[in-house]
């Protein structure tokens, strides 16, 4: 399944997991982190739990749970509590190299076995820029990651803690300062170079639609696929802006065609523009891509 929206939920709060079933979002996050309070972690697991397995259809939306920290005494019993409802997925905060996301992975093995789930069911969404020694690990997921890990996004609130930072954007442009960027550029590579979804980051000011459709083209267009949202009216704009509109099909589909009227050019013409390798696979992309999206429904 493609995953456009990927929308935070508390995993203590009734109402908003309530609200999360019928959203647009096309995976939940359920969240065990930051947004629950240390003395409501026990509540948030068993309501996680129970929310799981009263949802086993995930055709058209995955369950997914963000778990605390591995380098906290949180994380284990996070995924023991939760791995009876067979989450699709986890997201590991606060990475400091691919080796959190190898241990993790093995973690799940033995909560799969113990569960009876097909082994390397539970796939794994990490953030990957929280920690200031994530910035400098990058290269370890090149060496060797479990294939458990399909997603990869980056944050930069944590980062800025983590840096010593007083504030992550320009003071007067609003942009994100120059080791956001970094973070950001490192996330999409490294995504990339393993052929793994990056993720965008979430946008934090929820209010402000327009805002956040400007953000998810801009992330379209470096490359990003998908975005994490916090709020529910967040989920619909992130669909739109990541499914190819019919323009993009109809480009894509001639761009297929004149390559294959052309059989053996690595290269040839279209509207006065020169097409080769690099522009059919994109082609490709965009069509399977719609593909998948229009059978989700
Ligand atoms: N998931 C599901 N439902 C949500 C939701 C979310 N993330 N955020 C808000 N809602 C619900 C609200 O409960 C409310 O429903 P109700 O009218 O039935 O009570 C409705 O959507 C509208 O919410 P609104 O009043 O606009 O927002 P709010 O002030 O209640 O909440 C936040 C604002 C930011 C606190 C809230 O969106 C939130 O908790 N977001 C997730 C935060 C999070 O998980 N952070 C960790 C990752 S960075
Ligand atoms: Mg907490």
């Known amino acids: 399944m493609i995953i456009r ?31 629950v309070s240390d003395d409501r972690q026990d509540i948030a697991r068993e309501m996680v739990r129970n929310y799981l397995q009263s949802r086993p259809d995930r055709a058209k939306q995955q369950l997914w749970v963000r778990v605390n920290p591995l380098d906290t005494d949180l994380s ?12 699709d997925g ?15 992975g093995n973690y799940l093995s033995a909560l799969e076995a113990r569960e009876g789930l097909k082994l390397g069911s539970t796939k794994i969404h990490c953030v990957a820029t929280e920690t200031a020694a994530s910035l400098l690990t ?16 980056w944050g930069g609130e944590d980062l800025a803690a983590a840096l010593g930072a007083t504030d992550n954007r320009h003071p007067t442009t609003g942009e994100y300062d120059d080791p956001y960027l970094m973070a950001k550029s490192l996330c999409l590579s490294t995504a990339r170079a393993i052929d793994i979804q990056p ?24 490359g990003f696929f998908g975005k994490i949202a916090i709020h ?30 052309n059989p053996g050019l690595g290269t040839v013409g279209l509207d006065g523009k020169m097409l080769d390798m690099p ?19």
């Open 279 to 297: 522009h059919l696979k994109q082609a490709r992309n965009v069509m399977d891509m719609a593909a998948r999206i229009k059978a989700k429904g």
């Open 138 to 153: 990058f290269h370890t997921y090149l060496d060797g990651v479990t294939d458990r890990l399909v997603a990869m996004t």
């Open 90 to 104: 986890i997201v590991l905060p606060k990475v400091y190299s691919a080796a959190d996301v190898n241990t993790m």
């Open 76 to 87: 284990l019993p996070d995924l023991a509590a939760v791995m009876p409802g067979a989450p």
């Open 5 to 35: 929206s990927w929308l935070f939920v508390p995993g203590d709060s009734e109402r908003k997991l309530s609200k999360g079933e019928g959203n647009a979002a096309d995976a939940l996050i359920l969240d065990l982190e930051d947004s």
């Open 232 to 261: 529910p009216a967040q989920s619909e704009v992130i669909n739109e802006a990541f499914t190819p509109s019919d323009e993009d099909i109809a480009h894509a589909q001639r761009v297929i065609d004149v390559f294959e009227q």
């Open 199 to 222: 993720v965008g980051v979430v946008y934090v000011d929820f209010r402000d639609l327009d805002s956040l459709r400007t953000e998810c083209l801009r992330d379209r267009r470096a």
